[in-house]
């Protein structure tokens, strides 16, 4: 491991697949933001850099130091080579002190062109749900963490940290747990102005959710619930594949003009669309934190997830659950639970009591600090190639939750 010598700018580079407001990009935005422009433990201030694969949305095309390999995902076996010698031409460029990859394809092919560019220091970002990686991105991933490719690699949540306890020590030595922060998404606006700026009807029982369009994110469901219940509506934000094919049930269940897909938003935006929403659903079979739904929650909207055990974690504060869970799968259940937000008043208004608590279980600061103290000490030691013996440990970073 280099050290520093020179009292320059710390070079970070955050390294992740496609430019769209999704959580993996909003985690990345949220550390670059907290990290940028400040000094900390004895290192000068940090100069962040944001690189994609490719650009998927507009989304941060007005970003100071963002880079893109390509405009659109590589097709075919020629492209893709041109796209790899790009990437690893491109990290050497920026020159980063340390390099920072999310997603799946972010850290195995990151990491590695991060290495033969020079970079000193690779801090790996398990942000993608084991079901949304195939049998061989997870191999190539179990074997660079076995290599050493990784320095450190971050997980999100216990359940996540948890998915990787079967791999062989070198590679679960290096895991770090640092909770995903987030953003106050809560915005001092009438319910009615809120819809008004998204073109959303007044007067009516409104669900929503914000996510990206996705079959695992498992959207169809909540269209279902419209079919069975005649005075809701549906909005939902977010882009993504998925889009033609819940257009498509929602023609065929007759509820189109009750289905609101209001596309892609900056994170600026969010909170004003939560404002006009009665409740929050997110019926995601595959997550490694469900930021939007802690977000939705935090903001006082009250939230109805699926029953996965990663979303049970994040959504409890001091033990008690602060959204109903529900078998997104099935419609009469998750309607049912659906229904508890708008007939159970008592209940709704307990759990957004307790949803405004987590922005105290989940801190931006707490984050931004917990990454400032792994770069921090893997630049300062030889030591830092593994997260045990350089990094805070797990069980110290798991106690801020």
Known sequence: MKKRTDRGPVRLLFIQTQAEMAGAQEISRLLGEGLSGKERGGLPEFEVHHLFFYRKTAAFDRWTNVHFCLEDSPKGPLSFVRFLWRLVRMVARIRPDVVLTFQHY???????????????????????????????????????????????????????????????????????????????????????????????????????????????????????????????????????????????IAEQLGVASRLHLIGDMPPSRVGLFLAGLNAFVFPSTAETFGLAAVEAAQAGIPVVANELPVLREVLTVDGEPCALFADAANVDDFAAKIDQVFQDHKQAAHMVALGRRLAGRYSVDGMVEAYAGLIRQSLDSDAGRTAGSSAPSTAALRSQQ
């Open 106 to 248: 972010g850290n195995i092919f990151g990491a590695p062109a991060a290495h033969l560019a020079g970079a000193p220091v690779v801090i790996a970002n398990h942000v993608s749900a084991p079901a949304t990686i195939s049998p061989a991105a997870r191999s190539i991933d179990k074997a660079l963490g076995l290599l050493g490719a990784y320095d450190i690699i971050t997980v999100n949540s216990n359940e996540t940290w948890r998915n990787y306890q079967s791999y062989p020590e070198r590679y679960r030595r290096r895991l770090v747990h640092v909770p995903h922060g987030f953003e106050d998404k809560s915005v001092e606006v009438g319910r009615r102005e809120a819809r008004a700026a998204f073109g959303l009807p007044a007067g009516v029982p409104l669900m929503g959710s914000v996510a990206r369009l996705h079959p695992l994110k498992q959207l169809d469901a909540a269209v279902r619930v419209l079919a069975c219940r005649p005075s809701l509506h549906l909005a939902i934000a977010g882009q993504g594949p998925d889009e033609g094919r819940l257009r498509a």
